[in-house]
């Protein structure tokens, strides 16, 4: 299978503002695939490109391996960052309309979405207005408004900013079992632990630039094990060893992160000298690190 | 185009269903009853009342004939408001009083004050010479009494004089008998339908016209901020484009107009149409204006889509209510213009100033409506100025749409002008 999702260079600017700048990436079918970055950096920018809803001003959108067109979008699920409801209309209308707009039969619709309620555990408020819901519950119905036309594609802006706990391990358990599905999901986060835990690959975006684009566990070994965690008796004073870059002292253990290029039997032939060791051990770098080095170098 | 469908379903329905639409849709016909019957029914109930005027005059024959004149009269006749129904006269007492001082005034206006007498008629000869008569009294507001009063007096003054110049009473009431004039509108070559109906059905379908524009171009804008404030566009926009958005939206709304207009005048004429048919008499031929109804199903389509999406343009740029009341004045000043030169436009309908004025678009919808009702202006007129205002409305609702397009993703600070220049020039 190809590429599902394919930007060339794609630039968009706001006045003088520059939001996204000759960004291009490539998203293979199959698997989770995380846009990274602070806020601001260009994210919601780069998806809204990828569906559509603005145009970039230069560069190629590519879904499904043809150049982008509307006809496309019904393969496509997207929950934006900023999503709501019409307050006044009953759960199961809701649902269907927008089942109806996604090019649903409004009786296919209608039994997808008793589904997905009872799934959900929202049977019992299928017709109650969306006003009469608790917060928690609409967030339940947007997930299915994106899902409900089973899109091979789906697109989620910030799907776990403001849910709660509960919501948020069911979306994780949604996100989990559509990969086994074989659906290909993208999602952006600018928090890197969700990242670490779902995804296969990343785009790492700041001031919109793509900084790092590729396949997660390539992109960690390419780092290296350059992180050591140890416990020791005595006091090795390596805070002041040339090649050490970091030193953190937690308590029960501490952190070590080498320069660049340093070897860590080095850290640990002195470490050995000086203090009784009871642990050593190499770690890959946390994605978080990985970002602030990647920042740090491109600023 | 299943998605514009849908989108006006879902704007239609939610609106139709709701009940302030149930509410305003029965009750304004109620209230526009209640306007127009109840302080009808409360002067028919009023009147019978009786009235105890003094006339102090030199000459008790004088005051006695005012009297006469007084209990003779016919409520309303000469008000031009005839109605078919008579309305029960009120009873005059009138009592003589020859003591024309300044402190026999005074006595009578103490009694007015408290209420012993309704008024009185201060007809002294001087009064006479000055040609000015007064009648005081503490309902002074009371236009019809005042208009009963004055032509009593006239009357009885009149009678008096010509009396004197040696006519008798037979010959002074033929000559005082009043002629009565009735203006008929010359429609295709024949006289038709009364002066005094035209009027009233300009003016009524132009108020309806009016309101219904307003009030539905507004609920655009406040349906557009309501869909920013909930946040559901950009749901929506995975699966429809924005052009959509908006034309099942105007048109949605504007669905809901439409169906409320064909309730009220089906309540209108089935009300009406009793009413009517007894009163030919003064209203001359009823005939339902067939061209005028069409004329107006096509005014307000099109005055009700440019204005509408102004309205959705101004929504689109604002985040609150409270925003859109400061920012609405450029859709709101035209169409209050257009009411306000109706008045001039009615009387001279085929003034050159009235036909460059109805054929601007933005006064369009109202002016011409007024011309088509109350004038029959050419057909090249009517003709021209359609077609400016649908170039108007195309021309609009691209430019509302490249507005809404960006407007509706765009939360806080609401945009200058050059900012909304660059909004109009962005490619999507």
């Keep these: 299978m190809g590429d599902i999702v394919e930007l060339r260079g794609i630039r968009k600017s706001y006045d003088r503002f520059v939001a ?42 590519r879904l499904f391996g043809e150049q982008f067109h509307r006809g496309l979008l019904h393969r496509v699920g997207y929950l934006p960052e900023e999503r709501g409801l019409y307050k006044r209309m009953k759960v199961l209308d809701h649902l269907v309309l927008l089942g109806a707009l996604h090019n649903l039969s409004e009786q296919e619709a209608r039994k997808r979405s008793l589904a997905w309620c009872e799934r959900m555990q929202l049977s019992e408020w299928t017709n109650k207005k969306v006003e009469e819901l608790s917060k928690g519950m609409q967030q339940k119905i947007q997930f299915i408004a994106a899902l409900l036309h089973d899109p091979e594609l789906v697109i989620m802006d910030e799907p776990f900013a403001g849910l ?42 700041d001031h919109g630039h ?36 970091s030193f953190n002292n937690y308590g029960n253990y501490v952190e070590v992160r080498l320069k660049p ?39 | 185009m299943r998605n514009v469908w849908l989108l006006i379903q879902r704007e239609y329905l939610e609106r139709v269903r709701s009940r302030s639409f149930v509410i305003f849709t029965l009750l304004m016909p109620a209230f526009m009853a209640g306007t127009v019957l109840v302080p009808e029914k409360i002067e028919q109930m009023n009147a019978g009342g009786e009235k105890r005027i003094v006339v102090v005059a030199n000459d008790p024959q004088l005051a006695a004939a005012v009297g006469r004149e007084l209990s003779a009269a016919k409520p309303k006749a000469e008000l031009g408001l005839e ?102 509108r010359i429609e295709n070559g024949r006289e038709g339908t009364s002066g005094t109906m035209v009027f009233f059905t300009a003016f009524a379908m132009v108020m309806l016209l009016y309101s219904v524009v307003l009030i539905y171009g507004i609920a655009v804008m406040r349906s557009v901020i309501e869909e920013k404030n909930t946040r559901i566009l950009e749901v929506l926009l995975s699966a429809v484009t924005p052009r959509q958005l908006l034309a099942g939206k105007i048109l949605g709304v504007g669905a809901v107009g439409l169906t409320q207009i064909v309730i009220w005048v089906t309540f209108a004429i089935l009300f009406s149409v009793p009413g009517l048919l007894a009163s030919r008499s003064f209203l001359g031929e009823v005939h339902i204006p067939v061209e005028g109804m069409i004329a107006f199903a096509i005014f307000f389509l ?126 999507g």
């Excluded at chain 1, 079918?29 to 559509?52: C, F, H, Q, W």
């Excluded at chain 2, 009083?97 to 026999?104: F, G, I, K, L, V």
């Design chain 1, 20 to 61: 996204v700048d000759n960004l291009s990436l490539a998203i293979r079918a199959g698997g989770v695939y995380g846009l990274l970055g602070p806020n601001g950096a260009g994210k919601t920018s780069t998806i809204r490109m990828m569906i559509g809803i603005t145009m970039p001003d230069e560069g190629e959108v």
């Design chain 1, 164 to 205: 709660d706990p509960a919501n948020s391990v069911m979306l994780k358990d949604i996100l989990i079992e559509l990969k086994k599905a074989g659906k290909t999901i993208l999602f952006s986060t600018h928090r890197m632990d969700q990242v670490e835990r779902l995804c296969d690959s990343i785009c790492l975006i």
């Design chain 1, 210 to 245: 793509a900084i790092l684009e590729g396949d997660l566990k390539k992109i960690k070994a390419s780092y290296g094990k350059n992180h050591v965690q140890m416990q020791y008796e005595g006091d090795p004073r390596l805070e002041s060893c040339e090649f050490v870059q």
């Design chain 1, 261 to 299: 290029g340093a070897d860590a039997q080095q850290l640990l032939r002195l470490a050995v000298d000086r203090a009784r060791i009871s642990r050593f051990e190499l770690l890959e770098p946390s994605l978080e690190e990985i970002f602030i080095d990647q920042v740090g170098k491109h600023a």
């Design chain 2, 83 to 184: 109605t078919e129904e008579e309305l029960k006269p009120t009873v005059y007492s009138i009592q003589v009083d020859a003591d024309t001082s300044d402190a026999e005034g005074d006595r009578l206006r103490q009694q007015v004050s408290n209420g012993q007498i309704t008024g009185f008629l201060w007809l002294t000869d001087s009064a006479l010479e000055e040609h000015k008569v007064i009648y005081s009294t503490k309902e002074a507001a009371d236009f019809g009494q005042s208009v009963e009063i004055r032509n009593a007096v006239r009357t009885a003054v009149t009678k008096q004089r010509l009396s004197q110049k040696g006519m008798n009473e037979p010959e002074i009431d033929t000559m005082l008998t009043p002629i009565k004039l009735k203006t008929l």
């Design chain 2, 302 to 427: 099109l005055g009700y889509l440019l204005y509408s999406s102004m309205y959705a343009a101004i929504g689109s740029m604002v985040n609150t209510d409270h925003e859109a009341q400061q920012m609405q004045w450029p859709a709101m000043v035209p169409l209050v213009m257009g009411v306000v030169l109706m008045n001039f436009v009615i009387q001279h309908p085929n003034s050159p100033l009235a036909f460059w004025l109805s054929i601007v678009p933005f006064f369009a919808p109202i002016l011409m409506l007024v011309r088509i009702l109350v004038a029959q202006p050419p057909l090249w007129q009517i003709a021209l100025c359609m077609a400016i205002m649908v170039a108007t409305v195309y021309g609009l609702l691209a430019l509302a749409s490249r507005i809404y397009r960006v407007g509706i993703l765009m939360y806080g600070k609401r945009p200058t002008l050059p900012e909304l220049r660059r909004w109009l020039r962005y490619a």
